[in-house]
């Protein structure tokens, strides 16, 4: 089975501009999670979504960021504009929600650079 | 507020030693809690967890982990390492209510001597 899918794996931008990253989580997952990892503050919880609504965006930075899943298949992270201060990895993950096991399903990451 | 407390940031060990990694935690319930690891440039890949039952809770790769609930700690243990576990280890706490939402750790680096 496919598991987490982001896109894109690497991204290098100026500062000012949008980026968009994507997160396809594994089908039949009805919860989906971004993450920010950087060095200075370790694995920060962005925002959470159960079935497609966004539960808790408490860990959002700031308004230029947000985070939108249309539906159970997708899920986007939009910073616009971009600061240096954004590069950082992003993580999706996903997992079986309501009957789910606590367990977390990680994608590879976005590792974002902005200039 | 839940928390995680990895007091390691770095523990370098040789090939074929044992290894232990500690971790704290602050949660206001029983705790659901979990030990992740990550390879470079890879996403987290889950070892271990403890729901509830028998405190000492068997993982992937030979690790295992102890629940101890006076000590507010949920340390990961392996026998002898392999140089393949070399990578960056973190534990985390979260609450099935809360919909899975975990709280991380910052992470203990390990490092394999030959």
């Known amino acids: 089975d496919a598991g987490v899918i982001q896109s894109p794996r690497h991204e290098v931008t100026e500062m000012g501009q949008e980026v968009t990253l994507r997160c396809k989580p594994i089908?039949?997952?009805?919860?989906l999670f971004w993450y920010r990892q950087t060095m200075m503050r370790g694995l920060e919880l962005l925002i959470y979504?159960?079935?497609?609504?966004?539960?808790?965006d408490s860990g959002m930075p700031e308004d230029r960021f947000s985070a939108k899943m249309p539906n159970a298949s997708f899920s986007t992270l939009k910073i616009q504009p971009s600061e240096p201060r954004d590069s950082a990895v992003y993580f999706c993950?996903?997992?079986?929600?309501?009957?789910?096991?606590?367990?977390?399903?990680f994608g590879e990451g976005s590792r974002l650079t902005v200039l | 507020a839940q928390s995680v407390t990895q007091p390691d940031i770095h523990i370098t060990v040789s090939e074929g030693a044992s290894l232990e990694l500690r971790c704290n935690y602050s949660?206001?319930?029983?705790?659901?809690l979990f030990w992740y690891v990550q390879s470079p440039g890879q996403g987290l890949q889950l070892l271990l967890k403890?729901?509830?039952?028998?405190?000492l809770v068997q993982g992937i790769k030979g690790f295992e982990a102890e629940f101890k609930r006076s000590q507010s700690s949920f340390n990961l243990r392996k026998p002898s390492v392999h140089w393949s576990d070399a990578a960056e280890y973190f534990c985390?706490?979260?609450?099935?209510?809360?919909?899975?939402?975990?709280?991380f750790g910052g992470g203990t680096r390990v490092l394999v001597k030959p």
């Open positions: 949660y206001g319930a029983t705790p659901y």
């Open positions: 985390a706490v979260g609450a099935l209510a809360a919909g899975n939402k975990l709280t």
């Open positions: 993950a996903s997992s079986p929600y309501p009957k789910n096991t606590g367990e977390l399903f």
């Open positions: 403890y729901f509830s039952g028998d405190t």
């Open positions: 089908s039949g997952h009805n919860s």
């Open positions: 979504f159960n079935n497609n609504v966004p539960i808790d």
